[in-house]
């Protein structure tokens, strides 16, 4: 088979443009009559407030400042469920949930306008862990709403009658903590307005078309009058796939007429994009004395915080790689994401495949070694082969390299001679 790219250099697309410095990313933009805008942010995790803005429109060169009642169109978003406000209305959920825009002829005059609004807090109980969030007695973050936004469950065989049958018994607890993305450019846009009234918004994102509906549906514009631009892309990770400053730009310039740029820094960014879900993972699992593994009952509690974004999909995929590339018969899983007044977890690299590994893998490592084996020796008898059957009952019926894959790191690191009955030399 010939290959054409696999095994060969092959120079990227946007690599050129990129390594000289010719890439326009949305900072990079200016356009003629251009105001700056930026964000007023809430300082408390969660608390009702109340907004006097009077001293900063005072300021000069401040030309507008929006909040909730400003809003055209529907005061929300969110990729799955609309749990965001565009501009908190009374309420806020979280240290930097957007509160107010400051519009003005200048990213000085903007800076200087925010720290003259002035906020008033009634704060709230905070929940910070997400376990304390689960119960009955735990305030509501979203009202009419149960902190747990999903239960996702896996049941296969009988773990209780299978743990009966093992001779070794581990059971731990494992932490994985939150993780922001950290891409090198932070959050930036810019809109406008062009002669047949179509609303244009150019930011970094990955979801043009999801960004083109909620705009859309913010604005309480039809589809086919908001473009979206995506300029250069400075990494992402899963962190530009839920609305930043897309919604906030397009009602600045609707609203004002003119073009509106708006350049987080990384500070902001901190607040204002999501995280990596943080979870906690309780973890047993069972094997018999020749190194068989026979039952795994895990509890996995991700940390979404103020909202959902993509934790069903994250956490459901949490919950389906918790045994690992591993032959179970008996599998119990319960993965749940729940709301807290952290900051909001959504997308990030793996997608809920790279937390479960922490904890099944240091399992792997303390069973075998209870049961005087090595770490190689131990996984080979339980790892995933073609025809083998998943927690979920997938047949694998192709594609499953992983004993290769294990014996070449074996040849390479010796890992069997150097551990003899379990203890490393």
């Keep these: 088979m010939k290959l054409d790219i696999v095994g060969k250099s092959v120079i990227r697309v946007d690599g050129p443009s990129k390594v000289t410095g010719k890439a326009v990313y949305p900072q990079d933009i200016y356009m003629e009559n251009m105001l700056y805008a930026r964000t007023l942010r809430s300082t408390k995790p969660h608390?009702?407030?109340?907004?006097?803005?009077?001293?900063?429109?005072?300021?000069?060169?401040?030309?507008?400042?929006?909040?909730?009642?400003?809003?055209?169109?529907?005061?929300?978003?969110?990729?799955?469920?609309?749990?965001?406000?565009?501009?908190?209305?009374?309420?806020?959920?979280?240290?930097?949930?957007?509160?107010?825009?400051?519009?003005?002829?200048?990213?000085?005059?903007?800076?200087?306008?925010?720290?003259?609004i002035k906020v008033e807090y009634e704060e709230l109980e905070a929940l910070f862990d997400p376990s304390e969030a689960m119960k009955d007695t735990a305030p509501q973050i979203h009202e009419g709403n149960s902190n747990i936004v999903y239960h996702y469950k896996i049941r296969k065989g009988n773990v209780e009658e299978a743990f009966k049958e093992c001779d070794v018994i581990v059971e731990n607890e494992y932490y994985?903590?939150?993780?922001?993305?950290?891409?090198?450019?932070?959050?930036?846009?810019?809109?406008?307005?062009?002669?047949?009234?179509?609303?244009?918004?150019?930011?970094?994102?990955q979801y043009p078309h999801f960004d083109q509906i909620e705009v859309a549906e913010a604005m309480g514009m039809p589809t086919e009058k908001i473009k979206i631009?995506?300029?250069?892309?400075?990494?992402?990770?899963?962190?530009?796939?839920?609305?930043?400053?897309?919604?906030?730009?397009?009602?600045?310039?609707?609203?004002?007429?003119?073009?509106?740029?708006?350049?987080?820094?990384?500070?902001?960014?901190?607040?204002?994009?999501?995280?990596?879900?943080?979870?906690?993972?309780?973890?047993?699992?069972?094997?018999?004395?020749?190194?068989k593994l026979l039952a795994m009952e895990a509890t996995l509690i991700g940390d979404t915080g103020a909202y959902a974004s993509w934790a069903i999909n994250v956490m459901r995929k949490a919950g389906v790689h918790a045994s690992g590339p591993y032959e179970i018969p008996n599998v119990k899983v319960d993965s749940y994401a729940v709301y807290t007044n952290n900051p909001f977890a959504g997308a990030m690299r793996g997608f809920?495949?790279?937390?479960?590994?922490?904890?099944?893998?240091?399992?792997?490592?303390?069973?075998?070694?209870?049961?005087?084996?090595?770490?190689?020796?131990?996984?080979?008898?339980?790892?995933?082969?073609?025809?083998?059957?998943?927690?979920?009952?997938?047949?694998?019926s192709e594609s499953v390299p992983l004993e290769r894959c294990i014996e070449e790191v074996e040849n390479k690191m010796n890992f069997i001679d150097r551990f003899k009955g379990g203890v490393a030399q």
């Design 176 to 205: 994985v903590p939150m993780i922001d993305h950290v891409f090198l450019q932070p959050e930036a846009g810019i809109a406008y307005m062009e002669e047949d009234g179509t609303l244009v918004v150019a930011a970094a994102t």
């Design 47 to 116: 608390a009702y407030f109340k907004l006097d803005t009077t001293e900063a429109l005072k300021i000069e060169g401040v030309v507008r400042i929006l909040t909730a009642k400003d809003v055209p169109g529907h005061n929300s978003h969110g990729v799955l469920f609309k749990d965001h406000e565009v501009f908190c209305n009374k309420k806020v959920r979280r240290i930097g949930d957007p509160i107010a825009l400051v519009v003005a002829e200048s990213e000085k005059i903007a800076y200087e306008a925010l720290k003259a």
């Design 229 to 291: 631009i995506n300029p250069a892309v400075g990494g992402a990770f899963g962190g530009r796939e839920d609305i930043t400053v897309q919604i906030h730009l397009a009602i600045a310039t609707k609203l004002i007429g003119r073009p509106i740029k708006i350049i987080l820094s990384r500070e902001e960014s901190f607040e204002a994009h999501c995280k990596r879900h943080s979870v906690k993972m309780k973890y047993k699992t069972g094997a018999t004395k020749d190194g």
């Design 352 to 396: 809920g495949a790279t937390q479960p590994p922490i904890a099944y893998e240091q399992q792997m490592d303390i069973i075998a070694e209870k049961l005087g084996l090595d770490p190689i020796t131990f996984r080979l008898k339980n790892i995933f082969r073609v025809d083998s059957e998943t927690a979920t009952g997938q047949i694998l």
